[in-house]
């Protein structure tokens, strides 16, 4: 308890300003989410008269924040040397728990990823965040920074392979790259493998926080290339962007400096992006669910090509039976219900939340229908608008005035971070707070970007806003063991 | 910290802040339809239905087509299901139905693919309850998911005036097309024909809205923006007949069983005080219900043509009531005048029931001398204007024809009857279409001028004909509704316009005086009532399809009219017989307030048509 005297010296409050206003509205918009004219809930009230408590999340939510002001105060109180001693410790624990909700946990809407504690539902992916950043942050922080393992040297390693290059290479450095990948990998595979893909993808924001810390650009140039084709690969045939690949390669190969490595470098990268078109076709169309592939094609107007493709169907539908080909009707029949079908089942899935999403976003307007009237959050009308579609309500209620105050304060919230996190001495704070500050920017840019159809379907929070306790605490507890590190600043943590 | 790669993590950050707040920012102010959609989403229009307007008879004081509550049997599908019906067999006894006619509604308005707007958790309506109905069970009525909606539809005190003021239904694609303000939607209720349909809009009034908000599963939460754009339905306008009640009855009474038509007219206001089609229907088997389609083909496919207005469709030859005319025509055209005799030896082939002998017009008339006609149309028509006798003759037939068609003939008359037929007055190009290249003359012709060959006139051109010659030359279009009654109270009444004919009112006096002495000793003689100088004329048209028709047109009193009326009861013969006491009738109703000659009421009711 040597430390105590220092918590309010030292810490942030700035962020923690900018923590409790996010915490603060969230609540207040969970309440308006839910607020209904026949039940009058109180924004305290737990449950009904009736014993009913659904409808009466915002009184939960109020909990849930009471339970994090525990939380911050026990987190402030440990010792800052043991989020450094225990990273390893706690990552085990948690990938335990990953494998153990395999086992007893609970399935909510097609995810086994729950822990049912009865009055509480635990979802351990959420405290895998703070757990994977505190592991890669010992683990860079204990090994330097040496991300001197550039593309060219990949290409060397490939080139001595082929018995092309006689170059030393440096393995070593090469093996901590790959373990470091490693720790930010297996984390996402458990939960992939629970059926949350959505929360996988948020690990994804590691590679802003290796960036950040020296890796090579390439890395996530590959990564936005690949995203990129990925698109390219929905919107194009195939065979056109094979083409372009190969012009590309062509092109380059006249262009760069003639070296084994760099021919090798380009046929590489020509090989890997057609490989990426190749695989997200194959990935799309036959390993995604139904349900999940239309999550992404209605972002490239799936709905409105279903329609077109009716309307024409059916007038050559109309013109073969009308000519008096039974057959060929019913043939053409059974062809345009079933891609009917494709529409309605479009239109009452992925389809549902984002166009709702859209309209009450747009509803809006420029200052909002008022705090509590907003007609499509009235009417439910978007589906999770209190937990993942929390967005609609605010930009439903509060217009473009309230959209630009959340993605303002977001950004200021981030910066601060990011700000507080490039004072620190300490390589492994500084590494944690990219890390904090990479984790809640990805739920930020998937969270908002889905419900303006510009992100596919993907069930995330918005940190601080959405209803839940798993999220709330997570992200508090990924914030506040920063700022717990950021006061001791001064005291080097190691080396 | 490499500080270059700081500022491009910080740069892509702001990067998708501005890409996300221009994405916001086109969703929020600058996109309109994404608006409207929500809207269209969200916010429910209800109309609500004002009561049509009413019509009074001519006093204002009772109604003769009002409104009344029918109530439709609701079921919320979803409630009805958690609590299935245990006795069925009340539940249908107490809706006055069966099974089979209950489960038939029910499943075609559930299953029925098409009806986009079926809810199993909204109200919808399923069979009609009357309101006596509805009072006696409501207390009985106790089931999940199970409720009424009333709503208000026309109803008919007396089983009267069915093909003049017309009936109601849902509105067509072709009422739709004909709809340019847009006013209604489907399933909506409009006038189809008759007075209906001619005073939709004053009776219709003005539909409200009330905007709500509804939820996702369609409840509705609460009125939008507190009802700001709401408006409230304006109840339609009410209309004041001209009808006299009793003589109305009286008419639909001595009609029944007979095919014919009455019409009844003031002659000082152009007022139609009676109008009678028969065979008709009684007009509250035409209220929009459930009963509608079915009774609507019944009539439709009965061989009487009850749906047929006789009065102002039909196209009867005149016969001999058109002798008048015919007399006035010559005075004006100063061919006779009213002391010229004229020897009616001289027709072969004519069917006259008039002797021979030297007549006047006053005597021709009240003899109904076809010989005397024919001769009087050839001088009018054969002039002598034009060198040759065909040209002559079709000269003659147009200035003639230029004379009837001022009493109103040959045209609609313009009344507020919507389905009223113009009749038909031949003019030369009917001769030449007939006889191509044949030089006719007015002998060819001569029919006409006894009312009979191509001539033919509506019920109510008859009477209106009447009319003019009791006004001595002119007449006011007949109408039906004197004045508008806003809701208000206020009352409108409406002008109507008065057409003078091409006879000089001094050439009246001796054809008015021939048509007393039809009642007086002529062929009308069961026309007389007693204490009232009646003119009349009897006519027996000549018919292709059966017996002659029996018509009679009259006015009473003499010196000051009050009343016109024609009477056409089909293939009954002579005019005399049936047509004259049915008038006669009338008239001592109208002017008397009673009828006193009950023996010739028993007399008129014994025939009945086939």
Not at chain 1, 7 to 30: E, K, Q
Not at chain 1, 125 to 144: N, V
Not at chain 1, 469 to 484: A, N, P, Q, V, Y
Not at chain 2, 238 to 256: A, H, V
Request: positive net charge.
């Amino acid at each position: 308890m040597r430390n105590q005297g220092k918590i309010g010296v030292s810490i942030d409050w700035i962020t923690i300003g900018l923590y409790l206003i996010l915490v603060l509205m969230g609540w207040l918009f969970i309440y308006s989410a839910r607020y209904d004219e026949v039940l009058e809930q109180g924004i305290f009230q737990l449950s009904g008269s009736d014993g009913n408590s659904f409808g009466y999340e915002a009184g939960k939510q109020f909990l849930w924040i009471l339970l994090c002001f525990v939380l911050i105060g026990t987190i402030l109180v440990i010792d800052f040397k043991f989020y450094y001693e225990s990273a390893y410790i706690v990552y085990a624990v948690i990938l335990f728990t990953f494998l153990a909700v395999l086992v007893f946990g609970t399935e909510v809407n097609g995810a086994k990823s729950w822990f049912d504690l009865g009055f509480v539902r635990l979802q351990p992916a959420e405290f895998g965040k703070f757990a994977t950043a505190l592991a890669l942050a010992r683990f860079i922080s204990t090994k330097g920074p040496k991300y001197s393992f550039s593309f060219k040297d990949y290409c060397t390693v490939i080139a001595k392979f082929l018995g092309m290059s006689t170059q030393a290479i440096r393995l070593k450095v090469l093996w901590d790259e790959l373990t470091a990948a490693g720790i930010v990998l297996l984390p996402a595979v458990l939960i992939v493998i629970q059926g949350d893909a959505g929360s996988a993808l948020v690990y994804g924001g590691f590679i802003i926080v290796l960036y950040a810390d020296g890796l090579p650009s390439f890395v996530p140039a590959t990564i936005l290339l690949s995203i990129a084709f990925f698109i390219f690969s929905l919107l194009f045939p195939l065979d056109m962007i094979f083409y372009g690949i190969g012009i590309g390669v062509v092109l380059l190969l006249f262009i760069i400096r003639k070296s084994i490595e760099n021919i090798i470098g380009v046929i590489l990268a020509g090989l890997f992006f057609a490989l990426v078109v190749f695989g997200s076709d194959y990935f799309v169309n036959d390993i995604l669910k139904q349900h999940q592939r239309t999550r992404i094609t209605v972002l490239i107007g799936e709905e409105d090509r279903l329609v077109t493709q009716i309307n024409e169907w059916r007038a050559d539908y109309i013109a073969v039976r009308d000519s008096g080909h039974v057959a060929k009707s019913k043939v053409l029949k059974h062809e345009l219900d079933s891609i009917r079908q494709c529409l309605y089942d479009l239109r009452g899935g992925a389809a549902y939340n984002i166009n709702n999403s859209e309209l009450a976003i747009s509803y809006g307007g420029g200052w909002g229908q008022g705090y509590r009237e907003g007609i499509l959050t009235k009417g439910n009308h978007v589906p999770e608008q209190h937990t993942d579609f929390i967005f609609s309500t605010i930009g439903e209620e509060m217009g473009f005035f309230g959209s630009l105050l959340v993605v303002g304060l977001f950004v200021t919230f981030l910066f601060r971070i990011m700000y507080l996190a490039e004072r620190q001495k300490s390589h492994f704070a500084r590494i944690y707070g990219y890390s904090v500050a990479a984790i809640i920017f990805m739920h930020f840019l998937i969270n908002i970007g889905m419900t303006i159809r510009l992100f596919p379907v993907i069930g995330i929070p918005l940190p601080f806003f959405s209803y839940g306790g798993s999220s709330l605490w997570s992200f508090t507890i990924l914030l506040f063991i920063f700022l717990k590190l950021d006061m001791h600043r001064g005291q080097v943590l190691s080396r | 910290m490499n500080d270059k790669r700081k500022y491009i993590v910080r740069g892509f950050i702001l990067v998708v802040a501005i890409v996300f707040l221009s994405r916001l920012f086109y969703l929020q102010v600058l996109n309109d339809d994404l608006k409207a959609k929500a809207q269209s989403k969200t916010v429910k229009s209800i109309t609500t239905y004002p009561a049509r307007g009413v019509i009074f008879e001519r006093n204002g004081k009772e109604v003769i087509a009002g409104n009344k509550l029918v109530y439709d049997l609701t079921v919320v599908v979803k409630d009805a299901k958690k609590n299935p019906i245990q006795d069925t067999a009340k539940f249908y006894r107490l809706l006055g139905t069966t099974a089979e006619e209950y489960l038939k509604v029910y499943y075609t308005k559930t299953n029925d693919s098409l009806t986009r707007d079926y809810s199993p958790i909204i109200p919808m309506s399923l069979i009609e309850i009357s309101p006596q109905r509805h009072a006696s069970i409501i207390d009985k009525f106790h089931y999940s998911g199970f409720g009424f909606t009333s709503r208000t539809v026309r109803d008919y005190k007396y089983p009267i005036l069915a093909n003049a003021f017309g009936y109601l239904s849902k509105v067509d694609k072709q009422d739709m097309i004909r709809d340019e303000q847009g006013y209604y939607v489907e399933q909506d209720t409009i006038g189809k024909i008759g007075l209906e349909r001619n005073y939709e809009k004053a009776l219709r009034g003005q539909k409200g809205v009330r905007k709500v908000i509804k939820n996702a599963r369609g409840i509705i939460k609460k009125s939008f923006m507190e009802g700001a754009q709401d408006t409230n339905a304006v109840a339609g306008y009410s209309l004041i007949s001209s009808i006299d009640l009793d003589l109305q009855l009286l008419g639909e009474k001595l009609m029944k069983g007979k095919k014919g038509s009455i019409v009844a007219i003031d002659p000082k206001t152009g007022e139609i005080l009676t109008i009678v089609s028969s065979p008709s229907y009684d007009p509250n088997d035409l209220v929009v219900n459930k009963n509608f389609s079915k009774n609507y083909s019944a009539l439709r496919n009965d061989s009487t043509i009850p749906l047929f207005d006789r009065a102002t469709m039909t196209r009867y030859p005149p016969g001999s009531t058109f002798k008048p005319l015919c007399a006035l025509i010559g005075l004006q055209e100063g061919v006779i005048s009213p002391t010229n005799l004229i020897y009616t030896g001289s027709c072969p082939n004519v069917g006259d029931h008039a002797a021979i002998g030297y007549y006047n017009v006053g005597r021709a008339i009240q003899s109904s001398s076809n010989c005397y006609f024919i001769q009087l149309f050839k001088r009018t028509v054969q002039q002598g204007k034009k060198e040759h006798w065909h040209d002559d003759a079709k000269y003659g037939l147009m200035k003639w024809r230029q004379h009837v068609v001022s009493f109103g003939l040959g045209s609609t008359l313009g009344s507020d009857i919507s389905q009223e037929n113009g009749g038909f007055v031949p003019d030369t190009n009917t001769y030449q279409r007939k006889w191509p290249g044949f030089k006719w003359n007015s002998e060819t012709i001569r029919s006409l001028g006894i009312g009979q060959g191509e001539m033919g006139l509506t019920p109510l051109q008859m009477a209106n004909m009447t009319v003019a010659i009791a006004n001595k030359g002119y007449y006011i279009t007949p109408h039906l509704i004197k004045a508008i009654v806003t809701p208000k109270g206020e009352y409108d009444r409406l002008e109507y316009k008065k057409h003078v004919t091409t006879i000089d009112s001094i050439h009246f006096q001796p054809v008015i005086d021939g048509m007393e002495a039809v009642v007086l000793n002529g062929t009308a003689r069961l026309a007389q009532i007693p204490g009232i100088a009646v003119c009349g004329k009897t006519g027996t048209a000549e018919n292709p399809h059966g017996d002659d028709h029996s018509l009679f047109v009259a006015f009473a009193p003499k010196d000051d009219p009050k009343i016109a009326v024609a009477v056409i009861v089909e293939n009954s013969g002579y005019g005399s017989t049936w047509a004259a006491p049915i008038a006669s009738l009338l008239i001592e109703r109208h002017l008397t307030g009673e009828v006193k000659r009950e023996n010739l009421v028993k007399h008129v009711l014994k025939y009945k048509n086939k």
